[in-house]
């Protein structure tokens, strides 16, 4: 499965690079490696200013356009 399901609270280094690409595209967002709601929301944020379907997944094409 291509999609990234992430928990709240869940930490990772791979939470924290999105974080940061996120705050690279625009989102104000702490930086910490937790995912929580404002995560969420700017993934959201994300993948609406990109044309792609909000859900707040990592999915492929989500995770493409974050980090190319």
Known sequence: NPTRDLR???Q???IFEVQ???VAAGFDIKVDGVY???TSDAIKG???K???FAD???DVLTVEALFT
């Open 20 to 22: 940061k690409r996120l």
């Open 8 to 10: 709240n609270k869940e």
């Open 50 to 52: 990109n044309g792609l």
């Open 12 to 14: 990772n280094a791979f």
């Open 36 to 38: 929580l709601q404002e």
């Open 46 to 48: 994300f993948e609406e």
């Open 56 to 58: 707040g997944k990592l």
